[in-house]
């Protein structure tokens, strides 16, 4: 497995919870690591990208409450997502791209409800 996500589960509106995805270290070159979604009956949208070059782009929907942060130690992606919303909640998939393609994780589901 090359990505693996985990970290998703069922939360409250307005709670948080943290994503993580592991990235195999057989990826190489590594352009750019991030986190899309997909609700139920639309298509997958992108949530937060890093570049390697440290350039992080947040979708409209999300700025201000998600953070994406990159632990090269360890090799992950993480999405720590605050005051979470009923529409936040998707099948969560972390992404990397580099010079060859992107690579997808398993997706990790998040449902924000009371």
């Known amino acids: 497995v090359q990505l693996q996500a985990s970290g998703g589960g069922l939360v409250q509106p307005g709670g948080s919870l943290r994503l993580s995805c592991a990235v195999s270290?057989?990826?190489?070159?590594?352009?750019?690591m991030g986190w899309y979604r997909q609700a139920p009956g639309k298509q997958r949208e992108l949530v937060a990208v890093?570049?390697?070059?440290?350039?992080?782009t947040y979708a409209d929907s999300v700025k201000g409450r998600f953070i994406i942060s990159r632990d090269n130690a360890v090799n992950t992606v993480n999405l720590q997502m605050n005051s979470l919303k009923s529409e936040d909640t998707a099948v969560y998939y972390c992404n990397v791209k580099n010079a060859w393609g992107g690579y997808w994780g398993q997706g990790t589901l998040v449902t924000v409800s009371s």
């Open positions: 890093k570049s390697s070059g440290g350039t992080t």
């Open positions: 270290r057989s990826i190489s070159n590594i352009n750019a």
